[in-house]
C-alpha cells in the first residue's frame, strides 16, 4: 500500500495529514505525519482497532479525529465504510 492523504475539518480548522504504512518487525502500522515535528504511529490490534503509540505529543483530539478518518479510509474499499460526524 502506498502513503495517502486525509483532509479533514476538527473544530472549525482543516487538517491535511499524510499517511505512510509501514512494516516493521512483523507488524504493521501507520505513520501520520502532521507537520514537519509531529508524527504519530498507529497500530492496528487483533480486534481492528487502530491504537496510537504512546508518548505522542499531539492534542488527543487531533489524534482520535485521525484515527477515525484513518478506519474509514482503510475500510472504504471493503464494504464496511462508514461515515463519521467530525
Same mark, same amino acid.
Given at each position: ?11 472549525? %480548522? $482543516?487538517? /491535511?495529514?499524510?499517511?505512510? &504504512? ?16 509531529h ?6 490490534? %487483533? $480486534?481492528g /482497532?487502530?491504537?496510537?503509540a &504512546? ?17 474509514e ?10 461515515k463519521?460526524?467530525?
Open positions: 500500500m502506498e502513503s495517502f492523504i486525509l483532509d479533514f475539518d476538527l473544530q472549525g %480548522e $482543516n487538517h /491535511v495529514v499524510t499517511v505512510e &504504512p509501514h512494516h516493521e518487525q512483523g507488524a504493521a502500522f501507520y505513520r501520520v505525519l502532521i507537520d514537519e515535528d508524527a504519530v504511529d498507529y497500530y492496528r490490534r %487483533e $480486534n /482497532v487502530l491504537e496510537p &504512546p508518548g505522542s505529543k499531539v492534542n488527543n483530539e487531533l489524534v482520535n479525529a485521525i484515527a477515525v478518518h484513518l478506519m479510509h482503510l475500510n472504504k474499499g471493503n464494504g464496511h465504510g462508514f463519521s460526524v467530525p
